[in-house]
């Protein structure tokens, strides 16, 4: 199996999903269910179709989470090396001199909305144990990218 590699706060986000789909949401789906049954003729019910889907859905995204959860590997940030690992968080300068700041994690807790990139992404990976003043060079669907390293910093 493979391990899932996660911050403590990406266990702890994982372990409060699978809470909150375990004693929140299936108990809802369940409900919800219970309900468009009472609607009569199953075969024509878009209702208890559409809520036996959702279940159907939660219980693969159960699955999933303890899946993981059985193969998880925390992550304790570097505090001390200058290299970028987990848990950094990242700035770096683009060709145009743009700039974006990253923290770097594993696949499980990726999210960009909250500029959390994977290790395993081409950008995570170019920048994963490099440093300060290093550029980098990955591949975009529009072709290769660079990137400047301008700070990296240790969360604590």
């Known amino acids: 199996m493979k ?16 809470n909150e789909l375990k004693t929140v949401t299936r108990v809802k789906v369940g409900e919800d269910l219970k309900k468009a049954r009472a609607f009569g003729d199953l ?26 959860l059985k193969n998880v590997e925390v992550i304790e940030s570097a505090k001390t090396s200058n290299a970028i690992g987990f848990g950094s968080t990242v700035t ?6 743009d700039e974006e700041t990253y923290i770097i994690v594993g696949a499980a807790e990726a999210n960009f909305l909250e500029s959390k990139i994977s290790n395993e992404s081409p950008i995570g990976a170019a920048l994963f144990g490099k440093a300060v003043g290093e550029t980098v060079e990955f591949d975009t669907p529009a072709g290769k990218s660079t990137l400047t390293i301008k700070e990296v910093t240790h969360n604590k």
């Open 3 to 18: 391990k899932t590699i996660v911050t403590k706060e990406g266990l702890q986000k994982l372990q409060d999903e699978l």
């Open 43 to 68: 075969s024509e019910n878009s209702e208890y179709d559409e809520a036996k889907n959702e279940q159907a859905k939660v219980e693969g995204r159960i699955l999933e989470l303890e899946e993981m």
């Open 92 to 97: 770096v300068v683009d060709e145009d001199g």
